[in-house]
């Protein structure tokens, strides 16, 4: 049974950088691709940024050229690096183990309903 605990969220200035992270309880091998998801008030949960155990990424189009997805499997932690930080951005950051899929149809959200999900932290731009 796996469990992801999210920790890092906080409140930064509009142009800042922010760096959260993901503690997962055991290795997800091959099988998973690790993604960072968001929700904020009133509107659906959409994907980030997804890496597979072989270091594909894939990234929201919001994201792409100011956040980077990483891991440190010797740690079983999941990285996702946000600079240049708008409003915009202000959510719930959510970390998840999918089952495999090409990355780019996991931040697309295939699979998210089978996956396994941290309890989120917040993350707040102004």
């Known amino acids: 049974h796996v469990q992801l605990v999210e920790s890092g969220g906080g409140s930064v200035q509009a142009g800042g950088s922010l760096s959260v992270s993901c503690t997962v309880s055991r290795r997800t091998y091959s099988t998973f691709c690790m993604g960072w998801f968001r929700q904020a008030p009133g509107k659906e949960r959409e994907g980030i940024a997804v890496i597979d155990s072989r270091g594909g990424t894939a990234y929201a189009d919001s994201a792409t050229g100011r956040f980077t997805i990483s891991q440190d499997n010797a740690k079983n932690t999941l990285y996702l690096q946000m600079n240049s930080l708008k409003p915009e951005d202000t959510a719930m950051y959510y970390c998840?183990?999918?089952?495999?899929?090409?990355?780019?149809?996991?931040?697309?959200?295939?699979?998210?309903?089978?996956?396994?999900w941290g309890q989120g932290t917040q993350v707040t731009v102004s």
């Open positions: 998840a183990a999918i089952p495999w899929s090409p990355p780019d149809q996991v931040v697309g959200g295939m699979g998210a309903d089978f996956g396994k």
